[in-house]
């Protein structure tokens, strides 16, 4: 069975009626050690997220960010400023039981809501143990069960009913399901998941915004599209006037 309405689920539809949005950022800005530009980054990242305060649900921040700021920048990121905003880690956890707990316990101690796990890892000793580690620190789980770029159809996304099945069984709060390839998401909840699903694939990759949305996801994913235009602000407020709650 998927977990009860509360905890991650409820806080993240409820930021996301209050704000009226459905998108969440995803961010993946970054530059290497070698460059110095850590702090620059940092800096950037809080403009960014500044100008955004009105405009978005949640932040996805992904391993280039996570790795470029570090886990005592990210701390500062989440924690000293008042977004309002959920955060969710994009792992993609990928490892044996005892590993991804330990990685959990770090996204916990840095003050993240959420975090992503794979699900082909399998649900004995893997995502069980990922599951039961995020109830622990009070953070929500969301399993990968399709992935949006074309090469998921080639391995991936062929296991889908299996990573499905795994993933119900062992409780997660909800799904990353792709926005370019919506059949994923009309199955999940046409087997009457309640929990959340986010969709990636929105902009860049070439999903139309509010597509994902229409079939039942309740958040779109979008990052490119919003932090590599030529003004964030504007690319947002067009993306939010087809993604409003």
């Known amino acids: ?34 460059e110095g530009c850590q702090h620059s980054l940092f800096m950037k990242i809080v403009s ?24 005592e920048s990210l701390y500062r990121l989440i924690n000293e400023y008042d977004w309002g905003f959920f955060f969710i880690a994009d792992l993609k956890l990928a490892d044996v039981g005892h590993i991804n707990r330990l990685i959990i316990q770090h996204m916990a101690d840095i003050g993240f809501d959420a975090v992503i796990s794979h699900s082909v890892i399998g649900r004995e000793k893997a995502l069980d143990e990922a599951v039961s580690t995020a109830r622990e620190n009070g953070l929500g789980i969301l399993s990968v069960v399709a992935m949006s770029h ?21 409780g997660v709060d909800g799904f990353i399901l792709p926005a370019t390839m919506p059949r994923y998401i009309e199955i999940v909840r046409e087997r009457g998941f309640k929990g959340l699903i986010l969709s990636p694939g929105v ?43």
């Open 150 to 170: 074309p090469g998921g159809e080639e391995v991936l996304n062929k296991c889908f009913e299996d990573n499905l099945r795994i993933s119900l069984e062992a």
């Open 203 to 245: 902009g860049a990759q070439g999903a139309e915004p509010g597509s994902a949305v229409s079939m039942g996801a309740d958040f779109e994913i979008i990052g490119r599209g919003i932090y590599k235009s030529g003004d964030p602000v504007k690319a947002a407020k067009w993306f939010l006037e087809r993604l409003r709650w």
């Open 48 to 71: 960014l997220l500044n100008s955004l305060r009105n405009l978005i649900a949640g932040v996805k921040i992904g391993w280039p960010t996570i790795l470029t700021l570090g886990e």
């Open 1 to 34: 069975m998927w977990a009860s309405l509360v905890g991650f689920i409820e806080k993240a539809l409820d930021r996301g009626s209050q704000a009226d949005s459905r998108i969440v950022l995803a961010l993946d800005l970054h530059c290497r050690l070698l």
